[in-house]
């Protein structure tokens, strides 16, 4: 697999401070099961601070913290009611701690597009879900008032003149609109971590709003 759109570095330090909430955790760790990378990155950026600890503090450290650290890329943030989720079982490239998340059954939101949520800590500003497109499908221009954060596990889209595949990582930010393409190649199914609502321009928003609900 080669991965070829990343997180930001500041992203990847919030995630080994531990300062991302529960649904931003689970978009970057997503990707982090993907990508070596940044999973090298995070781990830099985790020597790092253990450094700074060790300069201010020499006696602060237990002798098993950085092994505890390293430790929390296996084990992410539990959820807060874990509970079998076997329809999950069927989802590809999705990590493990993923699949032990509650979630409900695909519906439908729009021509070609299902969606599935995923329960999350109730603290988590974040809604976390999985999208699903058919082969070929086009979304118009849309933007959003918060962040959205796409990981993909199958399948591929484009926008703004960049191709999306297995394990590659998007950030959608509010000034961002964008058109999307599904690759032609079969079904993408992306993890997405969201704030905020979907904005769809014009005629076709006004008709399609009331029924689209991340
Ligand atoms: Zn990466």
């Known amino acids: 697999m080669t ?8 992203l990847l330090t919030a995630f080994a401070a531990g300062t991302l909430d529960h649904g931003q955790h689970i978009a970057a760790a997503t990707h982090l099961a993907h990508c070596a990378a940044c999973r090298a990155r995070v781990r830099a950026v985790e020597h790092l601070g253990g450094a700074m600890l060790d300069t201010a503090e020499p006696d602060a450290l237990a002798p098993d913290a950085f092994a505890r650290v390293r430790a929390r890329l296996d ?3 539990p959820a807060a009611a874990p509970q079998p989720a076997p329809g999950l079982s069927d989802v590809p490239g999705l990590p493990d701690f993923v699949r032990r998340l509650p979630a409900g059954g695909w519906s439908w939101v729009a021509p070609g597009l299902h969606m599935r949520r995923l ?9 976390v879900f999985l999208l699903r497109s ?9 933007s959003h008032t918060g962040f959205e954060m796409t990981c ?4 591929s889209f484009s926008h703004g003149g960049e191709r999306y595949a297995a394990g ?15 690759g032609s190649e079969g ?6 971590a969201m704030q ?16 689209i609900r991340f």
């Open 3 to 10: 991965v070829s759109h990343h997180p930001s570095p500041d």
């Open 196 to 211: 905020g609502a979907l904005e769809l321009p014009g005629l076709l928003g006004r008709l399609f709003q009331p029924f």
């Open 168 to 182: 590659d990582f998007d950030l959608g930010t509010p000034d961002i609109s964008h058109d999307i393409e599904i």
């Open 119 to 127: 329960g999350l800590d109730p603290s988590s500003a974040t809604r």
């Open 187 to 192: 079904p993408c199914i992306s993890l997405v």
């Open 152 to 155: 993909v596990l199958a399948g």
């Open 75 to 77: 084990q992410p943030v």
């Open 134 to 142: 058919r082969a070929g499908a086009k979304f118009i221009s849309h």
